[in-house]
């Protein structure tokens, strides 16, 4: 099982970027997709989750400003990130609960992607 993810760079605060990640491999079913960041120094927090019902949840410094949502055909989850501030710079993760086709439950990360706010 892969991810890929995609989408980050360089953007001034307030501004938006959307984060896409995509599922690959001996996939049965997926469960939970997340999205965690890690700034530098700091321990790798998660930003928002859903659920194969489609429930969300997120950390209490993103409520309101990012939005996740996942398509299950495609085996995507997309972070949209919306006034961001500087202290959202970081590598972000995605994450994945993945049943293979042979019956295992993984959990799967991708390679991460820099996204960096500053002026």
């Known amino acids: 099982v892969q991810l890929q993810a995609s989408g980050g760079g360089l953007v001034q605060p307030g501004g938006s970027l959307r984060l896409s990640c995509a599922a690959s491999?001996?996939?049965?079913?997926?469960?939970?997709m997340s999205w965690y960041r890690q700034a530098p120094g700091k321990q790798r927090e998660l930003v928002a989750a859903?659920?194969?019902?489609?429930?969300?949840n997120y950390a209490d410094s993103v409520l309101g400003r990012f939005t996740i949502a996942r398509d299950n055909a495609k085996k995507t989850v997309v972070l949209q990130m919306n006034n961001l501030k500087p202290e959202d710079t970081a590598v972000y993760y995605c994450?994945?609960?993945?049943?293979?086709?042979?019956?295992?439950?993984?959990?799967?990360w991708g390679q991460g992607t820099q996204v960096t706010v500053s002026s």
């Open positions: 994450n994945a609960d993945v049943r293979t086709g042979g019956g295992k439950w993984t959990s799967s």
């Open positions: 859903i659920n194969s019902g489609e429930s969300t």
């Open positions: 491999g001996s996939i049965f079913s997926i469960n939970a």
